[in-house]
């Protein structure tokens, strides 16, 4: 599948997004592409993007609090330059680049109520496909959240019954890919405790010592 701006495959979400536009005329508001170099060992696959996030800079996981969360991590342990998503101006920092690092997103554009249906799911699960067949053997993948998680499996073909999504389960994969689970950085899961900085923390300690060996 080759990513365009241009794409209205889901009439559901196309539709959203030109609604979304009418009222937030200085939003992106269309298809999210990754962010990062193609085949980094380190693959980062998010849900959708976030209405004033992702969908508003047109960057993943850029002017949210999951951002905040996901880009001060990566930062810390050496996969991004900076911890800031934005710049002064609140647009997506131009000066944020990552390394070793990819970051995409199950669904690419934005779904009501954050909620995509299975077969949006399915129809951008081709550039899923894609992102994983250029990862190098001893790749790692990071699912936040139950959709990510199954959006990996459907790309690869794997029955969702034999790899259970829970926060730090690893799963070794087909192509010598090994699967790390965290719960979504959303701010709804860091409120209600859920997820707590340092349970992800942990997740992407791991993968960084993962990736060291």
């Known amino acids: 599948m080759k990513f365009t701006l241009d794409c209205r495959l889901c009439s559901r979400l196309a539709g959203f997004l030109d609604q979304v536009r009418d009222e937030h005329p200085d939003y992106h508001a269309l298809p999210v592409n990754s962010f990062g170099e193609a085949g980094s060992r380190f693959l980062i696959v998010g849900l959708a993007p976030g209405m004033h996030g992702a ?17 001060g991590t990566l930062h810390e342990y050496g996969f991004a330059s900076s911890a800031e998503p934005l710049d002064a101006a609140g647009n997506a920092n131009p000066a944020l680049s990552l390394r070793g690092c990819r970051i995409t997103n199950a669904v690419r554009c934005l779904p009501p109520q954050n909620k995509p249906e299975p077969g949006e799911i399915r129809a951008c699960n081709g550039y899923v496909a894609e992102e994983l067949a250029l990862l190098a053997p001893g790749s790692a ?10 959006a990996v499996l459907i790309a690869l073909q794997l029955r969702k019954s034999s790899f259970a999504f829970g926060h730090g389960a690893r799963h070794e994969l087909p192509g010598d890919l090994t699967l790390f689970d ?17 349970m992800f923390k942990a997740v992407v300690g791991d993968i960084a010592n993962y990736l060291e060996r």
């Open 55 to 71: 969908n508003r800079t047109g960057r993943p996981f850029s002017g949210d609090f999951a951002g905040n969360l996901l880009y």
């Open 141 to 150: 993948v990071m699912a936040l959240g139950t959709i990510a998680h199954h």
């Open 182 to 198: 965290s719960y979504h950085c959303s701010r709804y899961n860091t409120q209600t405790k859920r997820l707590t900085t340092t």
